[in-house]
């Protein structure tokens, strides 16, 4: 009887280390250079989408800790933005956000540190 406890441990072990072994084989050929967050919000926090374009907020959701005079800066810089029916507006699916030789995240992720817009996913993004 004791040798059955005694193969039965030894085969346990073996198996517990030859699963860990291909385990930390797996965990270490993984891509090292994933970009986290994998996926992102079309439009950052607190705005609305409008179609293809999101929708500035006002009041205490609003740029730059509710100064929302920054808006008309950024019509007069960029391309960007447009007013449709009293609302302003930006369109990230635009090809413009493609300059400069990075991905479009990159310079949105620029853009909105540079404006102290907070966008999960995008002001955090790690892949540039």
Do not use: H
């Not at 291909?22 to 926090?45: E, F, L, R, W």
């Not at 989408?49 to 019509?75: H, L, Q, R």
């Amino acid at each position: 009887m004791y040798n059955f406890y005694l193969i039965a441990i030894v085969v346990a072990i073996i198996i517990l280390i030859i699963l860990l072994t291909v385990i930390g084989i797996m965990i270490k050929s993984q891509n090292q250079k994933m970009a986290y967050p994998p996926t992102y919000s079309s439009c950052p926090d607190y705005w609305t989408i409008d179609g293809s374009n999101c929708m500035v907020p006002t009041g205490e959701n609003a740029i730059d800790d509710g100064d929302p005079s920054t808006v008309s800066d950024w019509t007069t810089t960029n391309g960007y933005v447009k007013n449709s029916n009293g609302n302003t507006e930006i369109n990230f699916n635009d090809p413009s956000w493609l300059k400069n030789g990075q991905t479009a995240v990159c310079n949105q992720k620029a853009w909105a540190n540079t404006n102290g817009i907070l966008w999960s996913g995008v002001s955090n993004y790690n892949g540039c």
